[in-house]
Structure formats: structure tokens, C-alpha cells
């Protein structure tokens, strides 16, 4: 073959790697809540940069106000469950969790979670069946040739959907319970001895008995996610794709995990390179404040605000819980901008004002905010981290512990318990973030690294879903260990094999000493006799 | 304390992190030979973005060309040891490792190395010696107030400088002999199920009997260097810092360290965050050829040109070498440009063409060119990968079996073995890389992964070193796992507790059964009595 056509051939091969122009076709199987408000920004951005961007949600979708995202396009599918009874799970779900009270391990709350996590698993399982299952849908996305698709991990499903579209896919993750997806499909690393598994309320040097905790942790969440739901999911699968599977072994086909954290949140912990941390990327500089609310902050002086949000999913609480709370917001000399939907508790100050919702960015970027009031979701504390604003943390539920030990450990928040807080405990609190320099001097140290990176976490996560559109995925990523069976990973073959081997040449050099021991002794006695 | 004043000692605070403007003083302590080729272009880049750069070195300092460099400063302080010597010593070095010969595991060669590793340890340890305890040095180090130090750990000492200068440091480093190192003071990850133990002369997905080879490398390098020479440098590091400590504790200091590797290169293995790959940081697009090479390169038509080096340590071999190559460059249609020192081989075809040195970077990125005979130095292999062209590799010692077992894994290579190499070996390799589109296409899908990253490798380097001087280090990028001792690390004193637990548990439960099981059998046999 002259080299003429060897290059034409090799110039068309690598044309096929670039197939689609400067603008992709991308769909995306989001989660609700939070989740779906951080991948909403990487969504945005994508169209920002002219891509063609679908969002698959069923119809019980809660956290999405489908006129109001005009840029977006949803195609939505039919789902049984209604959304009413999803939002009622929901707030089950989180009640459930947020009524363990005090949690000191792992221990203490999982049980109570493991019910609601196998109901969870069990909504979404068949969320993904009627999306699979739905013909007209999927002949519609299969014609619509995308080029890749952006999962939640934390709502299984998007790897099927992928599998079946034969397309590549990224993953968009906070977190899973143990960090268990993250070991099994991602192939992570977490050596228990100085990295807090997620869940355990844990952070940063641990003690001697913290270390043990940890252990017991992994060890718990490593056997109860080994057998979790399992079955079901890859039952699921296998049926859908005609051929035995595994929910793990589609996850793993995975190009790019973005994990939405960073060295500023986390202690730095080993990682792999398909794997991006992106913890922020939803963070952006403040805008204006709404007029009237400008007034309110700036008539706060020099003690300037205090900023008080429980979350996208918690913005009541009971009466008690709400008048403990005000009657210490009313003892600072700080104004106080507090995000609540409740009943007005009878101890609220004159300092205090209620909304049912705050520009929070916005907030916590203004010159005048000393201290955030926050339930430590991701979201929050990186807006925090963001403007380095100092932190009181009252974690609820999910990773809100680890977040909130995280960001203590860094010197940057003080922890209180929702449960049992009095109205001293969260005064004081708020006057050490406040008073003290040392916690507004450690939200600046984070806000200057989170600041200070090779590339803003947005770019980044837009970079690898455009690589991977630009690659059809990103092979050369991918750790070889994902082809190794539990046991080849683990080298207990190569192990076993060496001391068989050892075994096997001890066994020999001691049988030929031994003979020859016995030869030598009877030529000896021979001798002696003769 | 009123809130200006806090707002006054934090911005104070900051501003210390800050100390220098857009530009800072780097110290630079080097490696001889590629690495110094390598880090050359670090220190170029640096000095192009306005850094003022000062690298220290022996009076023994081989390669380099002090005149020529004008834009660096060279610190130069007496070394007992001469440049011939040195040089001398180097080659023998080398020498011998060829002299070893076909080459399939990390024991064969390993015994020849150990006595000259142990050689060119000593060798380094007096010349570190030599500096850290010439006082006028230190001094004028000292006044001259750097804002970071850039080592190549290959030649210890720059940790003890930095030390002695009070200076956070940054690592440049391909790799140490079975990643030891990387392991011991990095601590980074290397599961021997899937990542090849560097000099084992393994790669991609590995065999049973490969896992096997590489677990034995492993221990047999672990072994080896975690007793070799230790001592000696332990000794010269307490004793020149007045306070026990080692070798690894100093190193374990650094705050990043600059892999010379990617994942075009090396197959995806953990990393941290303290670690980034820069692999492939010297290429450069091609500048034009000198004429009378040029017209020598487009005299070869369509078929192109080869071009052959063995790196910058070796541009000499036997006759009887040179013959058996020249005569397989005689028999193919490329023209040949062949970076050789020694005497005109006999079989030389009129196709090639000797030189003394070559413009290897530019002549990789001829369109003329169609394949590289290399000895797969990691400097080379890149410029090979940044270009796409294929390689005929004929590894001669260091890490360039590894490098060339990696590019044959990823289909882009074929090797060779220098000592057993025929004519008709060398000839059928040439065929092959250059007429089966299968290494062209290779070739060029590690360019397009090469090219296409977050930011190019050279920036990165240079963004880690002033983020460095930015903050006085990197600190939130080191693994907390650095304060734990090896038990604890490896969890253990937390597994023995958590086994001692579980024993005295089942001790006391058994116990307790025993007691109660006598005292019901007592009370029953007591009844029958009565």
C-alpha cells in the first residue's frame, strides 16, 4: 500500500474521532434537589458553549420548574409514581434521618437509613424501568444521535440508558454512602487509616479511636452495600440488555468521574486519573441584591449580616426548634437574613428578618456578611468557601456531617447539633465565627486555594464532557484493573502462588536434607556394625 | 477587637502569603543529562515569565554549556570530585547496564546495579556534602531571600537545601528504581495487580505469570531500597540539620512533585493530589531544518525518512553493532539520519547519512518522517508521542525497557534488543512500523490524547512552582497520611485492636456459656442426686 493511501485511510480514521463539529448533542439523566441545582450550572454552561443538551426526567421530576429553564430541553417520560408521592418520600426520607439525633457513628443512624435507602433504591428502580422499557421513548433518543451523557450516579440508571444508546458517559457525583460506588465502579482508594469514609462524621488527623470508628464504618458500609438492592438492579439490567450483568459492571464503563469536592472541602486523599474533583463549579461572583434587601444588609453598619439557610430541602422546623434559634439570633449585634417558611417564632428579634428564599451567593458574597448559618450541603459550604465566609455548621443529613467536620477541621466552622442546640450554644457559636480572626482568616486561606487553580472546576467539567465528545470517551483513563477479577486485583492468585511455590521448594530441600541425613546415618551405622 | 481592626491584621496575614510580586527567585538544584535537558526548559519557561532563576551546581557539572545558557545564573561551588571523573564514571554506569544484555526481568539485571547504584550514591553524597557545608555558599544562598526550590530528586540533596534555606520545593522526577520513592516519600499507590513496577520491564494488561514477575520486582526493590545507602545519607542529613532525621522525612517534604509521565505514556495508576504528570513538557511544534538537512530529507521522495538516536548518553557503539544496523538501514527505501560519533560502519547504504547531533525535536515533526529508531529515553519517546510517529525501540538501560514495553502495550512501537538485534530483526521492524497503518494510527491517537489536556504540561509545571512561591508551599495538597508511622498507615495497630476486641468478647461469651452450662449441669446432676 504506497503511503499515499495510508494516510488518507489513517486521516479518515482519526476524522471518525472527531465526528460531530465545535457543538455536541448531550443528554442528561439528572437527580433531584441539589443535585440537580449543581448539574443545572454544568447544563447551562454546556448550552452557553452552543451544545444541544436534552435532559431525560421522568414525570414526577420535583425540582424543576421545566417553562422557566427556556434554554433547556426536557423530554420527559411517564412515570407511576406522581409527583406528590415523591416529594412525600422525600421529606419522609430526610425526617427519618434528621430525627436520629446526635450522630457520633456510622452505626448509630445507618440502621434507620437502610430501610429508607432500600425504599429509595426501589422508587428509582422503577423510574428506570419505565424509562427503558418505554419504546417510543427510546427510539426517539436513538434517533436523536447524541454524542454523550451526563449521569447522577446517585440515581442509577443513566449507565443503562448509555449502554442501550451506545454512548459514552460521564458521571457528575457528591458522594456515595462509604464511598462504596466510588471503590467498586470507580476503582478509588481509601485507606482507612487517614481518610474519613463518608458517613462517618469523621475528618482531617484522625485519633486512635477515631481510626477504629473508621474501620468499623468501612467494614459496615462495605458489607451492607455488597449486598444492598443488588439483586434487583442487576436483575434489571440483565433483563434490559439480554445478557447477564451487573449494575457495577455498567458504572464502571464510566469515562469521567467529576466529583463535586476539592482539596479546600476534603483532606487530600488518593485518586485516579479519570477522576476530576470540580467540588464549586455552581460558584460565581455575587450579583446586585435585590433593592430591598440591600437596604436591610447595609443597615446593618459596621457589625454587618449573618446569613441563615437550612437547604433546598428544609426550610421549617418546629416551633421550638424555631424559637430556641431566633432568641439567639436576637442576642447579636449583627442583622440576621434567615431563609424560613414557618410559623414567625415569638422569640425573633428586630434584627432578624424571614424569607422564603435568599439569593445565598449573592449574600454571602457581600462585603457585609460575617457568618453563614448553614445545614453544611455541598452546595453551601462551597459558596461559603467561595467568598470565604465563616461557618456555623447545624448538619441534618447525608454527607452535612462530614461536610461540616471537614470544614471544622480546616478551622474555617464551628459544629452544632440541630437536636439538642440551645440558644447559648448557637450565641456562642456565632460569636467565635464572628469575633474570632482565626476562623475568618481560614475561610480566606480556603477561598484563596479554591480560587487558585489550574482551571476554574467548571471548565474543567465542560472540558472532560467535550473530550470525551471530541473521543467517544476517554479509554486511555481508564486504570486496567477494572479487567481483573476480585481476587487478580487483590494479587491473592500471584500471592498464593508464590507461597505454594515456596512451600512446594522448602518441602523439597527438606525431604532431599532429610534422605540424605538418613542415607549418611545408615551408611554410618553399617559402617560401625561392619 | 473592632472589625476593621480584624480586617486589617487578616488582610496583613494574606498579603504574606504574597510576599512577591508577579515575579519571585527560583533555586534550582539539577540532575546531569536528560534530566537536566529536561528541567533546562522548566527553568527557560520560568525565566520567560519574568522569575529570576538560579541553578546550583558542582564544579563537576557535565552537561552543560555555561556560556551558552546567558538568561540563567549559575551558582557553581567546588566539588572534589573532576568533570572527567564524572563523566567517567557515568559511562561506566552505563556500560555495564548495556552489558547486561536481553532483559526480561528486574532480577537479571538487578545484582550488576546494585554495586553501581551504591557507587553513584556515594558519589552524590559528597558532592552534597560539599555543599551544604561550604559555609560562603549557604551564605550567599541564604541573603539571596528564593521563593522556592526546584530539585530532581534522582540526585538527592535538594531537600536538604531547601531545608537549610528554610525553602518550600518542588519535586521534577520520571521515577526512582521500582518506584521506591514515589512510594516511600510521595506515597503514592502502585498495585502490583495492574501497575508495572518501573525497571521490571513490564506494562499494560499483564499475564498471570507478568503479575507474578512484577510482585517479585516489587519485594526485590522494596527490599533492596529500604536498606541501600540509607545510612550514609540519614547520617550526612542529621548531621548537617544538628537533629535526627532521614533521607525520606526531608523528602516527604516536598510540596509538589512533577511526574515526567502521562497517561499517553504510562497506563492510568493512582495518583495525589500533590502530584501531577508534566510528561512530555520539553516538545515543542518543529522549526525548519537546517538547508543542507532539508534538502537531504526531501531528496527521500515519497517514501520519507527514518531517524535514528540513542539519546544523548550514547552516540557510539562496536563495530560490529554499527555494521548489523547500517546494513538493515541500507536495505529499506527511507533515507536514514543517523545521530552516530564512531567510525563510518562498513555496510553503510548510500540511503543514510551520519551526524554528530541532530535536531531530533524538528526532524520528529518532518512530515517527512516515518518512523524513529530510539532507545526509548522518556526525553525522546515523548517527542515521538507529541509528533505521532512510530518507533522501532532499542532499549539500552534506565527506565527505557519500561518506556518501550509501554508503547509496544499501546500498539505504537516494536523493540528490539540491542545486543541480539539482527539486520533482517531491524528490518522487518522498520517494515512493520512504517507499512502497517496499525502503528501510524497508534501513534498518532497518543499525539491527539497528548494535545488534547486541560492545560499543556510545561504550564502546569510552571503553575505548580508560583503556586508554590504564592503560598509558601502547598500544604492543603499533602496527604495527612505523612504523620502516621508505617503501622498505623497500614491500619495495623487498629486492626490488632479491633482482633484483640472480638478475642476477649468471645473469650468472656464462652466463658460466660461455660459457667452457666456448669452451674445447670451441677444444679441437674445435684437434683438426679437428691
Not at 161 to 179: C, I, M, Q, T, W
Amino acid at each position: 500500500m504506497s503511503m499515499k493511501w495510508i494516510s488518507a485511510l489513517l486521516l479518515l480514521q482519526l476524522c471518525c474521532c472527531f465526528s460531530f463539529g465545535s457543538s455536541g448533542k448531550v443528554l442528561v439523566w439528572p437527580m433531584e434537589y441539589s443535585h440537580w441545582m449543581n448539574m443545572k450550572i454544568i447544563v447551562e454552561e454546556l448550552i452557553q458553549r452552543g451544545h444541544d443538551v436534552t435532559v431525560l426526567i421522568p414525570s414526577s421530576f420535583i425540582f424543576l420548574d421545566v417553562n422557566a429553564s427556556s434554554a433547556i430541553k426536557f423530554e420527559t417520560f411517564t412515570a407511576s409514581i406522581s409527583r406528590q408521592q415523591l416529594e412525600d418520600f422525600y421529606m419522609q426520607f430526610i425526617t427519618k434521618w434528621m430525627n436520629v439525633g446526635s450522630i457520633h457513628t456510622c452505626l448509630e443512624y445507618s440502621p434507620v437509613m437502610q430501610d429508607t435507602f432500600r425504599e429509595y433504591s426501589g422508587v428509582w428502580e422503577n423510574v428506570c424501568k419505565e424509562a427503558v422499557s418505554n419504546k417510543k421513548l427510546m427510539t426517539k433518543l436513538q434517533a436523536s444521535k447524541f454524542d454523550v451523557l451526563l449521569a447522577d450516579p446517585a440515581a442509577p440508571c443513566g449507565e443503562l440508558v448509555a449502554e442501550l444508546l451506545k454512548l459514552p458517559f460521564v458521571y457528575s457525583l457528591r458522594f456515595s454512602p462509604g464511598f462504596h460506588v466510588e471503590k467498586a465502579a470507580a476503582g478509588l482508594l481509601f485507606p482507612p487509616s487517614y481518610v474519613p469514609v463518608i458517613m462517618s462524621c469523621l475528618s482531617g488527623q484522625m485519633t486512635f479511636m477515631e481510626r477504629v470508628k473508621n474501620m468499623i464504618c468501612m467494614i459496615y458500609f462495605d458489607f451492607w452495600l455488597e449486598t444492598f438492592n443488588k439483586k434487583n438492579w442487576n436483575k434489571l439490567y440483565s433483563e434490559t440488555l439480554g445478557k447477564p450483568t451487573t449494575l457495577y459492571e455498567k458504572m464502571k464503563q464510566a469515562d469521567m468521574w467529576l466529583i463535586r469536592s476539592y482539596w479546600d472541602l476534603e483532606f487530600p486523599r488518593p485518586t485516579l486519573p479519570n477522576v476530576d474533583f470540580v467540588g464549586g463549579l455552581h460558584c460565581k461572583p455575587a450579583r446586585p441584591l435585590p433593592k430591598e434587601m440591600e437596604n436591610f444588609v447595609q443597615s446593618s453598619g459596621e457589625h454587618g449580616v449573618v446569613v441563615f439557610s437550612l437547604g433546598s430541602m428544609v426550610s421549617n422546623m418546629t416551633e421550638e426548634r424555631a424559637n430556641v434559634i431566633a432568641s439567639a439570633l436576637a442576642q447579636i449585634p449583627q442583622k440576621v437574613l434567615w431563609r424560613f417558611d414557618g410559623k414567625k417564632p415569638d422569640t425573633l428579634g428586630p434584627n432578624t428578618r424571614l424569607f422564603k428564599w435568599l439569593p445565598q451567593n449573592d449574600l454571602l458574597g457581600h462585603p457585609k456578611t460575617r457568618a453563614f448559618i448553614t445545614h453544611g450541603g455541598a452546595n453551601s459550604v462551597y459558596e461559603a468557601i467561595y467568598h470565604g465566609i465563616p461557618m456555623v455548621g447545624i448538619p441534618l443529613f447525608g454527607e452535612q456531617h462530614d461536610n461540616i467536620a471537614q470544614m471544622e477541621a480546616k478551622g474555617a466552622a464551628v459544629k452544632l447539633e440541630f437536636k439538642s442546640l440551645s440558644s447559648i450554644d448557637l450565641l456562642n457559636a456565632l460569636k467565635t465565627v464572628i469575633d474570632n480572626p482565626f476562623y475568618k482568616s481560614n475561610a480566606m486561606k480556603l477561598s484563596t486555594i479554591h480560587h487558585d487553580q489550574l482551571m476554574k472546576p467548571l471548565d474543567r467539567a465542560v472540558f472532560w464532557i467535550e473530550f470525551v465528545m471530541r473521543h467517544r470517551g476517554a479509554k486511555h483513563l481508564r486504570p486496567l484493573a477494572q479487567n481483573l477479577t476480585w481476587y487478580q486485583y487483590h494479587s491473592l492468585d500471584v500471592i498464593g502462588f508464590l507461597l505454594a511455590l515456596v512451600a512446594a521448594i522448602s518441602f523439597l530441600v527438606i525431604k532431599c536434607c532429610l534422605i540424605c541425613y538418613q542415607n549418611f546415618v545408615k551408611t554410618e551405622k553399617k559402617k560401625k556394625r561392619e
